[in-house]
């Protein structure tokens, strides 16, 4: 098994001497994808419409659309945490939907740091040890985990907390927090779904400045769900998505009448 792991994601190590960063291959490739749910009284419910798009690496992109428009769909699917039902998703030029649980999830946790809503931290673990968390998988010797962590906690400026409790600590620490672990793991891509959804303004212009800086210095791929414009402005492009199908994608427009629009062609359709 450990073999067969090693000989499939031989693309990856690719990915890990930054090839791709230099060759402007798409770091995310969304080809016609749609995605069904089956519905309890029969049939299905079709949720995404031929979804196409490429994310380029060093790009800050948000998904925008109102609730129920598919969004966090399309993110679980970016993310390795669901499939598609329909269509070919290519992750750093290799379609990924051929591999089996267990790799998807050495996929997720190497590759992409995940940022949530509410969090998603353990309650009865430190600080510390969440940001640890998705080191635990890659055979790393517990001092350097430490350090890691801490180095993680530092940059997101939170390193005197490291022994207090996710409860004791503000929503924007909290998400803080859950930024330094996602990034723990070096990941080349960040998903965030509403990251900002549970906080208040000042806190949320705070996790988004950050995001700013992740992605500019560090050079992270960012990709963020959100329904608010406002979010949306902090990225470098929108894709709108409105009813399951993808009806703006470039770069954030200076009114948001102009995605509203899109919908309205959509409706026509
Ligand atoms: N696991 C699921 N099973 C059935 N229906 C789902 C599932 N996940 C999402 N949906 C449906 O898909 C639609 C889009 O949901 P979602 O992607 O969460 O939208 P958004 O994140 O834009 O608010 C909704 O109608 C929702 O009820
Ligand atoms: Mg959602």
Known sequence: MAAAWADRLEWVADADKDAYMKKQVPIISMKKICKSFPLEIGGQQQVLFDNTFDVMPGEFVAIMGPSGSGKSTCMNIIGALDVASSGVYELYGKDI??????????????????VFQNFNLLPKRNILDNVMLPL????????????????????????????????????????????????????????????TGA????????????????????????????????????ANRVIHIYDGHITYDGPVPKNESVLVKSEQKAHKK
């Not at 939907?97 to 190497?110: C, I, K, S």
């Open 199 to 234: 906080l208040d303004s000042k806190m949320g212009n705070e996790i988004l400045k950050f995001f700013k800086k992740l992605n500019s210095e560090l050079k992270i791929t960012i990709v963020m769900i959100t329904h608010e414009f406002e979010i949306a402005q902090y």
């Open 97 to 114: 939907t051929t591999l089996l649980p267990d790799e998807l999830a050495r996929v997720r946790n190497e590759y992409i740091g995940f």
């Open 136 to 195: 635990m998988y890659r055979g790393l010797p517990m001092d350097e985990r430490v350090k890691r962590a801490r180095e993680m906690l530092k940059l997101v400026e939170l390193e005197k907390f490291e022994t207090y409790l996710p409860t004791q600590l503000s929503g924007g620490m909290k998400q803080r927090v859950a930024i330094a672990r996602a990034l723990a793991g070096d990941p080349k891509i960040i998903l965030a779904d509403e990251p």
